[in-house]
């Protein structure tokens, strides 16, 4: 309630009213008793929400060398909503921000950015936070993570002692023409073997402490340029 002043003006702050549609009836009482009413319709809206999500392009939640600039961001903001900002940021604070101009939003509230570029980022976990408000002015904040790894531990390869035959086991002269290929690489990763002509000879998975032992298939005479490579996971 209020008293209106000696121009007919009032200003009345109502007591907390529930989110939603409300129809306000005013009632205004003249010194004489006499009474008129009006409407006000409002509609409360003190909440909001949204959800961000980060997605490489293999799925497997690990950004790697190939898919540093192929990385989607999508998720659904309140319709109607604006996006204030989206960064991306490393364990080290290094961030990208993403201009909101950039990002498409839909009529229902869906939203979506492709191919962000990631390449500046430090390997780690990568924190996605994106920020939005409605038209009622609610701000609200969420984030998402994904894993960054570009890099492989140095790989070694070596003809085990045991294939190197004849009259020096360093010399990789061997008459065992499916030698063994020892070396070390990351724990986990898969370790491939390849010949000259790009045919796989061998594979297997390096153990916890990245050590591999790999027997080719049978290889030709003469001299052979074997090619390693590994994985990580």
Do not use: F, H, R, W
Not at 94 to 105: A, E, F, G, H, L
């Amino acid at each position: 309630t209020a008293t209106a002043d000696e121009d007919g003006t009032y200003s009345i702050t109502t007591s907390q009213l529930d989110d939603g549609e409300q129809t306000l009836t005013i009632t205004a009482t003249d010194t004489a008793g006499n009474t008129t009413t009006t409407t006000q319709d409002v509609t409360i809206d003190t909440t909001t929400s949204n959800d961000t999500d980060i997605t490489d392009e293999s799925g497997d939640d690990v950004i790697n060398a190939a898919e540093t600039t192929t990385s989607d961001i999508s998720g659904n903001v309140e319709a109607g909503s604006t996006i204030d900002s989206l960064t991306i940021t490393d364990e080290d604070g290094n961030s990208v921000t993403v201009d909101p101009n950039d990002i498409t939003i839909n009529d229902d509230g869906s939203y979506s950015v492709d191919n962000v570029d990631l390449t500046s980022l430090n390997d780690g976990n990568l924190t996605v936070s994106l920020t939005s408000t409605d038209v009622a002015g609610n701000q609200t904040t969420s984030t998402d993570t994904i894993a960054k790894d570009t890099s492989v531990q140095t790989t070694t390869a070596d003809l085990a002692d045991s294939s190197d035959t004849g009259v020096s086991d360093t010399d990789n002269i061997t008459n065992d023409n499916t030698p063994t290929i020892t070396g070390t690489t990351e724990p986990g990763a898969t370790v491939e073997i390849t010949n000259e002509a790009g045919d796989v000879v061998g594979t297997a998975t390096a153990d916890e402490d990245g050590n591999y032992s790999i027997t080719t298939s049978q290889l030709a005479d003469g001299e052979q340029t074997l090619t390693i490579t590994a994985t990580d996971t």
